[in-house]
């Protein structure tokens, strides 16, 4: 018995040699954080110049140091706020919409067409998913025009529609939910629910989507960002200054600014705040990340 004994302290002596050897093997490198925080810096000085900015009156604004703040942020929001009886306002409005309805149609679309991509078998099957993989290369610039002069023939243009309807679909987010859903979704569960009759929609939207969710919400989040922030689009659909999003709206006021100024204030208070929806949308749905990383490793 202590023969035994004595070969097991032997026998567990490398392991814990070893164990301490791959934890120094884990530690950071100092060139990838030295990269990472480059990066980070790349990123970040910008939004630190805008809120310094939007900060300082006109005559501050190229005339005082870069990166230091003034005392003249709420006065350039009452001037945004006071142009034009606050149409800013109604931008950011339009942003919303657009954003947000374009986003949560665009990412249940997306989740349905991942789903059965993923789920379901039938005739060309594999030439869809690599005509998907070609839309992905495609630049949406490039089929602004077209989409342009297939609305006009519908009498669409210069409304709320036409901004809507081209950003429901994207291949990415399509492919995106087609990954997750191949990974989250057990085929198991879906053919139990067929078993017990359940109808194809109702897995969808009761089995399916639910397990999908900390994917999507990662889709809604990109879909969001990409339509709030869009600008060609809604700059050739739209004419009326009242549809506008507040990227088309900030850029009209940018251009204003050659011959007054005292507009490049109104642009950068504008986009200052026109940041924070997309910070506190991340904010808000961060918890989700969370909540699929917990469940990641209970499964490991």
């Known amino acids: 018995m202590t023969t035994t004994a004595s070969t097991r302290t032997r026998v567990t002596a490398p392991r814990r040699s070893s164990a301490g050897s791959s934890a120094t093997t884990l530690r950071p490198s100092p060139i990838a954080t030295g990269i990472l925080i480059i990066g980070a810096l790349y990123c970040l000085i910008p939004v630190v110049w805008v809120v310094a900015a939007s900060t300082k009156s006109a005559g501050e604004l190229f005339s ?49 067409a991942g789903y059965v991509l993923a789920k379901f078998t039938f005739p060309g099957k594999a030439a869809v998913f690599s005509i998907l993989l070609t839309g992905v290369l495609v630049p949406g610039v490039i089929l602004a025009i077209p989409q342009y002069l297939l609305l006009a023939q519908l009498g669409l243009t210069n409304s709320y529609l036409a901004v809507l309807l081209p950003q429901i679909i994207s291949p990415y987010a399509i492919y995106l939910a087609r990954i997750y859903a191949a990974a989250a979704v057990p085929t198991d569960v879906v053919e139990a629910a067929r078993t017990e ?40 659909m739209l004419g009326n200054d009242t549809l506008f999003p507040v990227t088309v709206g ?3 006021l940018l ?4 011959s007054a ?15 924070l929806p997309l910070v506190l949308l991340f904010l808000l749905l961060q918890r989700f990340w969370r909540v699929d990383l917990a469940a990641g490793a209970v499964k490991a």
Do not use: C
């Open 261 to 275: 100024p005292s507009m490049y204030t109104l642009v950068i208070a504008g986009a200052l705040v026109s940041v």
């Open 197 to 236: 009759g359940a109808k194809e929609f109702t897995i969808f939207n009761r089995i399916a989507l639910p397990m999908m969710l900390p994917g999507l919400v990662t889709i809604l989040l990109f879909q969001f960002v990409a339509v709030w922030n869009n600008f060609m689009l809604p700059y050739i």
């Open 250 to 252: 900030l850029s009209g």
């Open 255 to 258: 251009n204003q600014g050659a």
């Open 64 to 112: 005082s140091f870069t990166l230091l703040p003034s005392t003249h942020l709420f006065d350039n929001l009452a001037q945004l706020s006071a142009y034009r009886d606050g149409i800013f306002w109604r931008w950011m409005l339009n942003s919303a919409i657009y954003a947000g309805v374009g986003a949560i149609a665009s990412t249940w679309v997306s989740a349905l």
